[in-house]
């Protein structure tokens, strides 16, 4: 599934953010906080994972050029030492410049293994690619995370905004 990603100023559609959903043949659709900690624990997250990368880029290989494409990465991906090729192979294979991709991670990438998750993070970002923080505020929502690592985006859990007006 794709969520779509607006820009306030213009009111149009600037990118997507993929969203895995298991479509069983008795339950229908499961939501992604039911089979994902058990892709992690069993380890499945990984090929999952790919397969996310590689037809969430084949996909927006077929929308305009100035759309994005917004991955969710687990802290397991992060690690994998072939998450870089796997996704320089779908840019290029699909012909969607690097720029055009978003990587979002959760604040317990930057808890887990920091400074490993860093330097991964730093060689995505020179090979063009943006890295979003997602759910700032969800985990232990320390500002220091936000030194740490030069975001292209920060998303702000609902939680913090929900009552901005009030």
Not at 47 to 62: C, F, N, P, Y
Request: hydrophobic share 45%.
């Amino acid at each position: 599934h794709y969520q779509p990603l607006m820009n306030v100023k213009s009111a149009s559609v600037a990118g997507f953010e993929a969203l895995v959903r298991w479509h069983h043949p008795e339950r229908g659709i499961i939501m992604p906080n039911s089979f994902i900690p058990i892709a992690e624990e069993t380890g499945l997250i990984v090929s999952l994972g790919e397969w996310v990368i590689r037809k969430a880029i084949a996909d927006a290989a077929k929308w305009p050029d100035h759309i994005t494409i917004s991955i969710n990465l687990s802290p397991v991906q992060v690690r994998s030492p072939v998450l870089l090729g796997i996704l320089m192979h779908a840019a290029a294979s699909n012909c969607v410049a690097p720029e055009r991709i978003c990587l979002e991670i959760t604040e317990s990438v930057l808890m887990q293994d920091s400074e490993a998750n860093i330097q991964a993070l730093h060689r995505l970002r020179d090979f063009g690619m943006q890295i979003s923080l997602d759910d700032f505020g969800t985990g232990y929502s320390s500002l220091n995370y936000l030194r740490t690592f030069p975001f292209s985006k920060v998303k702000i859990d609902r939680c913090f905004v929900s009552e901005i007006e009030e």
